[in-house]
C-alpha cells in the first residue's frame, strides 16, 4: 500500500501537468499523510538540507562552465580540430561528431549542453554534405548521451551525494564506459552509412591538423587537468568543477577573446537558471528520499526482488530493465533521486559494487535521454535542429539500441567496468 501511495501521488501530479519538483513534493506530502507523520516543519528541514551539501556545489560550477565553453569557442575548437583528423574519410562528419562528443563530454558533462552545441555547429554541414537529416540529427542526440558518462559528470555528482558513494572512484570508473558506447556508435554509424554515396573532403594536411590542434590545445587541456587532479588528489570533484569554471573563463576571455565582460552576465544567468532548476529537484526529491526510509521501501524492494538476489547478474538485469521503463517517462536526474535510496540497498545486500552499480545506472539514466516520449535531449536536438520530433526519434533508434547493447554488454561483463576502475583509481 505504501508504495501504491507514492508512486501513484507522483504519476498522478506528473499526469496533471505538475512540474517534476513539485510533483515529487506532493508525492512526499501523500506519504507523510499515509503515515500519519505530517509536518510542515519536517517537509522544509529535508527541503533546505537537500540543498546544503558541499558536494553539489559542483553542479553549478559544471554548468557555469559548460556555458563558458559553448559560448567562448572552446567547443567549436574542438569540432574544427576532429573535422582536420577524421573529417576527409568516409561519413566522416558522423566520425567528427563522435569524436567531439567525447570531448566535449570531457568538458561539460551536461547532455543537453553539448547535443546543443553539436546541432547547431555539425547538424548543417551533415545535412549540406547529402547525409540524411533524421539520421545525423539522430547520432548527434544519441552522442549527446556521453556527456553525463564521461567525467566531469552532473549525474554522476548527484548520485555520489544520493547514494553516498565517492564521486571521485565515481568519475574514474566511468571514462572507459563512455569510451565504449562511443565506440558502439561510431561502429553503428560506420554500417548506417557504408552505402551512401557521398563524396568526402580532401585530407587535411599535417599543417593544418597541426594547426587546429594547437588552437584546441588550450580546450583539449582542461580534461587533462581535471582526470589528473583527481586521479593525484590534487582536488575533489567540487573542486575540479571551480578549477574548469575558472580555467575556462580564463581561455574564453584572456586566450581566444571570444567572450567580453558585457557577455558575462547573460551567461552567467543562463547558468544560474539551469541550476537552480536542478538544485530545487534535489531538495525536493530529499523529502522522498527520507520519507521512503522511514517507510522501509527499500526492504519491500528486496522482497520483490528476492528471486534475483542469488544471481548478481540477474539481479543488475532486471534492475537496468526497472531503470529503463523508468526513463521512457521520467527526466534523469529525477529518475536518479527517486531510484537511488530505493535501489541502493538492494544492490549492498547482494554485494555488487556500489560504483559498478552507479556507473550503469547513470548510463541507463543518460540513455533515458534520447528514449521517447519525454527524451530531454530529443527535444533539444528538435528545437536547435529545426526538425520535427518524430524525425529525430526515427533517426536515433539504431543508434539508441547500439547504447543498451553496450550497457548489457557491461552487465553482463562486470570487469569492463571494474577492472578500469581500479587501474585508474589505484
Same mark, same amino acid.
Given at each position: ?11 498522478? =501530479? ?8 513539485? #510533483?515529487?513534493? +506532493? ?36 554548468? $557555469?562552465? *559548460? ?13 574544427? &580540430? ?17 569524436? #567531439? ?27 549540406? =554534405? ?15 548521451? !556521453? ?36 565506440? #558502439? ?22 599543417? %593544418?591538423?597541426? +594547426?587546429? /590542434? ?11 587537468? !581535471? ?7 590534487? /582536488? ?31 551567461? &552567467? ?45 540477474? $539481479? ?10 523508468? *526513463? ?13 535510496? @530505493? ?5 549492498? #545486500? ?6 559498478? /552499480? *552507479? ?36 533517426? @536515433? ?5 547500439? %547504447? ?8 553482463? &561483463? ?13
Amino acid at each position: 500500500m505504501t508504495i501504491l501511495v507514492f508512486v501513484g501521488s507522483l504519476l498522478l =501530479a506528473m499526469a496533471m501537468g505538475i512540474p517534476i519538483a513539485f #510533483a515529487l513534493l +506532493a508525492s512526499g506530502v501523500a506519504l507523510m499523510w499515509h503515515l500519519d507523520l505530517f509536518d510542515a516543519q519536517i517537509l522544509a528541514q529535508n527541503v533546505i538540507g537537500g540543498a546544503d551539501s558541499f558536494p553539489l556545489l559542483a553542479v553549478p560550477f559544471f554548468m $557555469l562552465a *559548460g556555458e563558458i565553453m559553448n559560448v567562448g569557442g572552446l567547443s567549436k575548437r574542438i569540432v574544427d &580540430f576532429a573535422l582536420a583528423v577524421v573529417g576527409h574519410v568516409k561519413g566522416g562528419l558522423g566520425y567528427v561528431t563522435i569524436m #567531439a562528443g567525447c570531448l566535449l563530454s570531457a568538458l561539460s558533462g551536461s547532455a543537453v549542453a553539448d547535443a546543443a552545441a553539436l546541432t547547431a555547429l555539425l547538424l548543417p554541414m551533415m545535412v549540406k =554534405a547529402g547525409h540524411d537529416k533524421p539520421r545525423a540529427a539522430g547520432l548527434i542526440a544519441a552522442t549527446g548521451v !556521453i556527456g553525463p558518462v564521461i567525467p566531469p559528470s552532473i549525474g554522476l555528482v548527484i548520485f555520489g551525494v544520493a547514494a553516498n558513494v565517492s564521486i571521485s572512484k565515481l568519475f574514474l570508473a566511468a571514462i572507459v564506459p563512455g569510451l565504449l558506447i562511443g565506440a #558502439a556508435l561510431w561502429l553503428t554509424w560506420a554500417w548506417l552509412v557504408r552505402r551512401e554515396k557521398i563524396v568526402p573532403p580532401p585530407r587535411k594536411s599535417s599543417a %593544418e591538423i597541426f +594547426a587546429t /590542434f594547437r588552437k584546441a590545445i588550450w580546450a583539449l587541456m582542461l580534461p587533462i587537468i !581535471i582526470l589528473v587532479g583527481l586521479r593525484m588528489g590534487v /582536488f575533489t570533484p567540487t573542486e575540479a568543477a571551480v578549477v574548469a569554471a575558472v580555467y575556462a573563463l580564463f581561455v574564453s576571455t584572456v586566450i581566444y577573446r571570444e567572450i567580453t565582460w558585457r557577455d558575462l552576465y547573460g551567461i &552567467f544567468v543562463s547558468a544560474a537558471k539551469t541550476s537552480a532548476i536542478v538544485m530545487f529537484l534535489i531538495a525536493a526529491a530529499m523529502v522522498s528520499a527520507w520519507l521512503i526510509t522511514v517507510a522501509d521501501l527499500p526492504s519491500k524492494i528486496v522482497g520483490l526482488l528476492e528471486p534475483f538476489m542469488g544471481n548478481q547478474i540477474l $539481479l543488475m538485469i532486471a534492475i537496468m530493465v526497472i531503470v529503463m521503463v523508468v *526513463g521512457t517517462a521520467m527526466d534523469m536526474t529525477p529518475t536518479i533521486l527517486i531510484l537511488t535510496p @530505493v535501489l541502493m540497498p538492494v544492490v549492498k #545486500a547482494a554485494g555488487i559494487d556500489p560504483v559498478y /552499480f *552507479g556507473v550503469l545506472f547513470i548510463i541507463n539514466n543518460s540513455i533515458g535521454l534520447v528514449t521517447p516520449p519525454v527524451g530531454t535531449v530529443l527535444n533539444v536536438v528538435a528545437g536547435v535542429g529545426k526538425i520535427s520530433m518524430d524525425d529525430v526519434t526515427r533517426g @536515433v533508434v539504431p543508434f539508441m539500441i547500439a %547504447e543498451f547493447a553496450i550497457l548489457f554488454v557491461m552487465v553482463a &561483463f562486470p570487469q569492463l567496468v571494474i577492472v578500469p576502475a581500479r587501474w585508474f583509481g589505484g
